[in-house]
């Protein structure tokens, strides 16, 4: 069994070498799609104002290091075709699962060897969904995970035939939504018990959420008060309630845990002792 990490990664600075450290040894291979700017969004228009950060000087450094990783820059419109790029690329590797990872998600060591048995021992399986736990505003506050329910397809199998009445056809994976590919066999929640990841994007500093909203593919859904009225208005009032940009009972609250189970990885973080960062 071939397993490969693909990021489909734009401005992602401050988490991904971090990502890319807490994945890489449980691997065959890492592959990072790195967009030359945000995706379009809905409708067919770019974000009025966009920088690139250092997101490719730091993954380039990584692979100077590191041969596993694989680096592909091009332009993606949509996050779809993003995605189906780092699929392209694992079939032409002869990639047996793509492992959907995102530049801002980690993962603990012992998680991800439950992960692989319970991949291994699953062979019939097509898609493998991982519960996530979200932290909002630092490593210090988390929305609860019995909240959410968001529950997030990210291991895919890779099938390059498929047998119909015993004849095999040729049959090619590839993704069909944002993050969900056409893999055949039924879908398998992996026991949060045994693994889950760590996602950060609400753990950011005031520029650089200022400027996530800013080139989300579906910034057009963000409430037009929440940056103001949520996102700088919680830290003095941290028992707000229903505070996703989007859909707000999607995160009911955010609540204070200590980081202790975080990766080891991530205690070398520059916020990982921060309150809340600025």
Known sequence: MKIAAVYSVFNEEEYIAYSIRS?????????????????????????????????????????????????????????????????????????????????????????????????????????????????????????????????????????????????????ETMFIGDNRANSLGPRYLVPPERCFFYHFSYARSEQKMRQKIATFSVADQVRSDWFEKIWLAWPSQRDMRNIHPMVPEEFPIAQRIEPLDLPEVMTAHPYFHMEIIP
């Open 23 to 171: 994945v890489r040894d449980h691997v065959d291979q890492v592959v990072v799609t790195i967009n030359e700017g945000p995706w379009v969004r809905p409708g067919g228009s770019l974000p009025r104002a966009w920088v690139a950060d250092r997101t490719e000087a730091i993954v380039r450094t990584l692979a100077q290091q590191d041969a596993k990783i694989t680096i592909l820059k091009g332009s993606w419109p949509t996050e779809v075709a993003h995605r189906q790029a780092g699929m392209a690329s694992c079939l032409e590797r002869g990639v047996d699962y793509y492992f959907l990872v995102d530049g801002d998600e980690v993962y603990r060591p012992d998680h991800l060897r439950c992960l692989l048995d319970d991949v291994r021992s699953h062979p019939h399986v097509g898609t493998f969904l991982i519960k996530c736990a979200i932290f909002w505003r630092s490593f210090a506050y988390r929305i609860p995970p019995q909240a959410m329910k968001w529950t997030p397809w990210r291991v895919f199998k890779i099938d390059r035939r498929r047998r119909i009445l015993g004849i095999p056809f040729p049959y």
